[in-house]
């Protein structure tokens, strides 16, 4: 390929809406082209690289058996009101009307319309396990789109669904998808890890997200670096910080802290360790009638330390609250305490709420939480002495860094990260709501066990530059480069010996099967060079009158501070030796 022939297009500042490093260096690098909130034209630049994530994905999909087809993105709303997701996904959901007035939904993923067609193919046993894949464009309705193809409302997916006959065959498979997903993002070039992760709203039982680590990632990884543990925040379990409950050793005391209404002030106030405060949060669970007006409300009191943060994904799956919860209101708190909040806590209430403990909390001593009285908090407070004890303790709190690893194996540490992969085990959630059966060596008709597999394909190249680049630009690992070598002839437009030389390389790399560019509009060295580096080609070949009379080429990779002098004869070669995993 030579530039002049290619459309390249470069920018030398970030529009003013780009925010995140990637935004800015895929505007600027002419790989995308903004077309309205979160909708993007991607250029030939960005295209190439989009063409490069899909075939490492393709080819790594189909080594692990799965079959492509292609499902529409305009899906009837018939079958996402079979699983109800019609109603009750937010307004993410684009919903359409034809001109029949019938609904449709612009999809954000497939599992109703590839449940449909596992109903109607699969019918035996004998033809399972069967795992089907598309690549296909997406659209979620973001409120507030933004950080480019990090979060756009328009964007590429690779998807799977495997359908098998039982858990123990749905987990072979599930195994399958997360083997095939780790050669494919190490095919990719990028570091990552694979965690742990909460179903969420797509449902189902286990659960592994892929994240490429970046320090300006939005989740939260927690990993153990001496063990294989791995988990989100989310899910990443918080055990007890303590082995035991010490034995009480001071009074019960009510103390004045006026105007202190935080854990943090108080702790200061009595000069005290904040770990040794325990916060309330006070939560309400609503009861419906037929009409699905509020017939009665329960007011739920967690109790976690003060130096932790409540997690509510957590708190969703505590029993009395996984159908949902709320925050209680002033009104509902000052009924049940008998004061405003900043000063909460378990004893001395108004009405019976139901306390649920952090498993830390559970086995603290000589606390201080608040006494229900504005301007007050109650030291020296012990379970049994003082109150009853929680009559439910579970894992309320984020895990922090320097925790226990849940394994035993060492401590917890915390970085950031990008969700570019999810894979789940679904089981049988959507299969029963779509009544997708099979019959059995008996005859007898039974639940599809289904997994999913989600790759995020736009968003691979976000996540790829917040990891890998620098002030002058993107560095594009080789695998997914748009270009893996440019050649750069100096006075390619004057000088006979540098034009034959330069179009002598680029077809000795392109017979090699090399990915290569020539540039040949004839810029300036310092404009030509700042426009690979911006765009990140990983190998620059520099070719001149001079070295050409040295017999020597200046080879750089895009990471390196200064270029390797080689031989002409062996240039092609040696940069093929690089491009090598």
Known sequence: MKASQFFISTLKEAPADAEVVSHK????????????????????????????????????????????????????????????????????????????????????????????????????????????????????????????????????????????????????????????????????????????????????????????????????????????????????????????????????????????????????????????????????????????????????????RGDHDMNEVKVSKVEGLKNGFRFATVTEIEDHFGCKPGYLGPIGLLKPVKVVADRTVALMADFVCGANEADFHLTGVNWGRDLPEPALVADLRNVVEGDPSPDGQGVLAIQRGIEVGHVFLLGTKYSKDMNATFLDETGKPQLMVMGCYGIGVTRILGAAIEQNHDERGIIWPASIAPFEVVLCPIGYDRSADVKQAADALHAELQAAGVDVLLDDRGERPGAMFADWELVGVPQRVVLSDRALKEGLLEVQGRRETEASKVAVAEVAAYVEARLKP
């Open 25 to 304: 260096l895929m505007m600027r690098a002419g790989m995308i082209k903004r077309l309205g909130a979160g909708i993007y034209n991607y250029m030939p630049m960005g295209l190439r690289v989009i063409r490069k994530v899909e075939a490492i994905v393709r080819e790594e999909m189909n080594r692990a058996g799965a079959v492509e087809l292609l499902m529409p993105v305009v899906q009837p709303a018939e079958l996402w009101q079979e699983t109800g997701r019609f109603d009750k996904m937010g307004p993410e959901l684009m919903r359409v009307k034809d001109r029949h007035d019938r609904d449709y939904i612009i999809q954000p993923t497939s599992e109703e319309v590839i449940t449909d067609i596992a109903r109607q193919e699969l019918r035996s046993y004998k033809q399972l396990p069967k795992n089907f894949y598309h690549i296909q464009t997406k659209f979620r309705d973001e409120r507030r789109p933004r950080f480019g193809v990090m979060r756009g409302r328009e964007f590429t997916m690779k998807d799977a669904y495997s359908f098998d006959r039982d858990v123990a065959a749905a987990t072979i498979s599930y195994q399958t998808m997360y083997d095939a997903y780790g050669r494919i993002f190490d095919r990719f070039g990028l570091q990552y890890r694979a965690v742990a992760a909460d179903t969420g709203a797509i449902g189902g039982e286990i659960s592994h997200e892929f994240q490429v680590i970046a320090d300006t990632g939005e989740d939260a990884i927690v990993y153990c670096p001496t063990s294989q543990y791995a988990a989100n925040i989310e899910l990443a379990e918080g055990v007890a910080l303590l082995a035991e409950r010490a034995a009480p050793v001071q009074a019960l005391v009510k103390q004045a802290t006026p105007g202190k209404s935080t854990c943090a002030e108080v702790a200061e106030l009595l000069g005290l360790p904040l770990s040794q405060t325990v916060k309330s949060l006070v939560l309400a669970t609503d009861e419906l009638d037929e009409k699905g007006d509020v017939a009665k409300s329960t007011v739920w009191l967690l109790l976690l």
